[in-house]
């Protein structure tokens, strides 16, 4: 039993040391337009990738211009097809910064947000 | 304060942070209740019945002891339905993010219960309520081993479902994600057959040392050997089970040590062993005494006392495991949150152990990409040249009268340090003294973009000497950038998830020539899984399909990986990890690559091993 139990305890010290597999709340992974990126035309669509997936019933996304005046066109929602995915419509984005503002409850409970701008260039 | 551009272009995320001691101690009581459910049904199914089937004449105390064990089942069902509401109205409001009493009312409670995987697991496990219930009241009524059994199997369908309330209910790319899941379900079931049969093993105890009849004493003593094989099957389960789960949540050795969720995951282990401990007092002490003492009533009844004693020390320690859990389970695990390195050193894999910084293992909160690098710039220029001079060289205006020079900041080794090191020496400043700390002048964020443009400058300079082989020793890494190609938005971060990519940079006029050649063959290299992202360092009118449209940010951060000799053209071939694998120019010796060698390199770097990229970008 002694024994054992030591061996046990090394394996489980052997093993976190192993590679990480983090695995947490529903963080952004990646947004198209980037996160503080520059896109020269404006888009139609503002997609999020998150690191878990969503319950579509309390995650949102928000996109404003410099005024504060939401800019989208319908509410926002997870993609069907991929629950990582979070999508709004935008209207017709003249040039200038937006911010992108985000709310994800993952499939864990845990409720994650975050906000950042993109920019819509001059033509 | 100077002004800082693009301050508002960071992204930020949070989650929620604080321990909430209402659904802490609401996920404990239902943990406990859950727990003891299954364990009374294990207690009877696997220990009590067996033991009072070898010695029927124990009668009374058989009756004593269903009496309890009914009145503890109940009691416990109780607990969790009503904790098990409690916990759905705190998610509830959690999730809605409102009020706890607007929780209550209204639709947000339909909405969690019908639209959420929470709210089907509570449904599911409300039926569960109802057919423990049943069952409790018909093996009341009817004696019937038999519904006992399907009430064990109720009891640990309601402890199993617990894994889809919390981290077990998402599922991520990592290796053996199908793993988690059954570990999870494993090590509920383990625990709640080991924890919660414990106190209707006291209660036994207590009722059979009351008895004092050899029978009861014989009883006992079944009942305690049987236990311990319970125990030590449970106990094996949950070490095996805890490893995977501990790898799947923790993750590494600073998550473990530097982050309250390791800490407390540390505590938990540090308890379990305790209880082990307890029961190995037990299993090697006792246990072969008790198998002895079946002709020795008096010594039998001492035995099982001390079991009895060490059985109430176990399930002490067991609610404090379970108080853990209560906590771990609404922490964000691992990583998620920056662990702070307790100890002065760390050990390296190439050199041994190293001085280590409470930051040491801080990921960084902006993304190594242009826009960070942007901005760090400047703040460098404000900061840093008088010192570490403009090409970071380490020779600024200052450096000559400083007792120790500057670090030359453009050598390979600044890779070899970690971004936690280099962000607690910006912020606190060296151990010499001789580098002041700039924690009080620049942002947590503006220290991390400074680090960015640093490291892609650093690799720009380094760049300098890639030669056109591919070289599959240590690369320094292309930031991350945006650009819109044929009017689709996209980075290079997505672009080399696909595969290796070739970026072209060019200065001045556009290399017309090179670019329809390379536009010709871009049929063939997307075959061989080579993109190709053209850039133009200064705006042009160029027209060509592989020509991406980027911001002024992207183009001053891809300047530092070209070269005014180049010839008006350098050529980067990138592996999936950003990583520059070789480097072309149009001045270089042997110009520019061929067709064929760059669909044989593309087939090269695709080959090349690369690390996991490091998932930095959204703390903070």
Redesign the interface.
Known sequence: MTMRTITAFFLLVAMVFAPAAVRAHAFLDHSDPAVGSTVPSAPATMHIWFTQELEPAFSWIQVTDKSGASVSDGTSGVDPDNKQEMDIKLKSLPAGTYTVKWHALSVDTHTTQGDFTFQVKGS | MRTRP?E?????????KAIDPLLSSTRLLHYAASALLEGTFVFWCMIAWPAFARTPAAHALRERLDRRLFALAWVSLLVAIVSGAGWLVI?AS????MPLASALQGSVLG??LT????GIDWIVRAGLTVAIAICLALQARTRSHAVGWVGLLAASAFVASLAW????????D???DAL?APADILHLLAAGAWLGALLPLVIFLVQACRDMSSQAVAVARIATLRFSVLG?SAVGTL??T??VN????????P??LGTLYGQLLLLK?ALF?AM?GVA?IN??RLLPHLADSATDDSLCLQISRRVFGNATIEACLGVFVLAIVGIIG?L?????TEPRWPLPFRFSLSEGFVRAYPTSFYASTQ?Y????IARGAPLYAQNCVVCHGAGGRGDGPLAGKLSVRPANLTEPHLFAHKVGEMFWWIGHGTDNGVMPGFADKLSPDQRWDVINFVLARAAGDLTQHTGSQISTAAAVPLPDF?F?QN?A???L??TLKNGPALVVLFAGHAPRARLEQLAKLQPRLAAAGLHVIAVALHPSTEKNPLIV?V???VRETLELFDSPADGGETELMLDRGANIRARWMASGAGGLADPSTLLSDAARVKSIPVA?AN?A??GG
């Open positions: 693009k508002t272009s960071r992204s930020r995320s949070r989650g929620a998610v959690n999730m809605s993010g909405i969690v639209q959420t995987h929470f309330a919390g981290h077990g209910a998402a599922t991520e990592v290796p053996f988690h030590l070490i095996v805890g490893v501990t790898w799947f949540l923790a993750g590494s050795v998550a473990l282990i062993a082990i190995g299993q090697r609404i964000p695990p691992g990583l998620h993304p990409a242009a826009p960070s945006a819109e009017g938005q996209n980075t971060s997505q449209d911001s002024q940010d996991a998932h970008g959204h």
